[in-house]
């Protein structure tokens, strides 16, 4: 008989799955890894075989969030003609979530907790860091083509102006999370609005 053949990728899903959803109800101090083997139905050893520890684990269930909601987004940027209208199809998906955001949200305020622990200070900066850096990035390019089409002003900082679109977006997510405002997505649209027309060229189509 031929040895069972694993898909591995499948597997570290589905470990990643019940790890969201233990760690959504426990937060990350009162879950163990034997918690997580028992919601996905296997034993220790496997979650250890993929995930190295409980940090690595909860690292790789934020980090599966996020792609996530990055995959949608940029997805969704890519129709729009406008560096515009693309960063604001971006903004309209990462608030699209409502239904997960309860969930979702405790876990990045354990993961900001974490980075303020000495023994796993420098993994989680270092993990926050590239997602931000990923996500600031692909919005520079996005207006550095807005400048290239004439749509947005060439004197405009695209790596600069991507920074500032992360931070309000950031602020906005928690003031959500505190139940400061009905509609944080169309706060959101609204800044996006006027921020475009302060970096518009003049009779451009930002």
């Not at 999370?177 to 944080?184: C, I, K, M, P, T």
């Amino acid at each position: 008989m031929s040895p069972k053949v694993v898909d591995r990728e499948a597997k570290k899903a589905a470990l990643v799955a019940a790890a969201q959803r233990v760690f959504a109800a426990r937060g990350y101090a009162a879950t163990r890894i034997a918690d997580v083997a028992t919601e996905a139905g296997v034993g220790k050893g496997t979650v250890y075989e993929y995930f190295g520890s409980k940090q690595a684990l909860f690292l790789g269930v934020v980090t599966a969030v996020l792609e996530g909601f990055a995959l949608g987004a940029h997805e969704a940027a890519e129709t729009p003609t406008s560096a515009h209208e693309a960063l604001g199809a971006l903004i309209d998906a990462a608030f699209s979530h409502e239904s997960e955001f309860e969930q979702i949200f405790p876990l990045l305020l354990e993961c900001w907790q974490a980075s303020s622990r000495a023994d796993e200070r420098d993994l989680v900066r270092g993990w926050f860091a590239d997602t931000y850096r990923h996500f600031a990035d692909g919005t520079a390019d996005l207006l550095r083509a807005g400048i290239a089409r004439g749509e947005v002003r060439a004197d405009v900082d695209a790596d600069a102006a991507a920074a500032v679109i992360g931070a309000v977006l950031d602020g906005l997510f928690l003031q959500q999370w505190f139940g400061l405002h009905a509609s944080v997505a169309s706060l959101a649209r609204r800044f996006l609005d006027d921020f475009f027309r302060g970096i518009a060229a003049p009779g451009g189509a930002a």
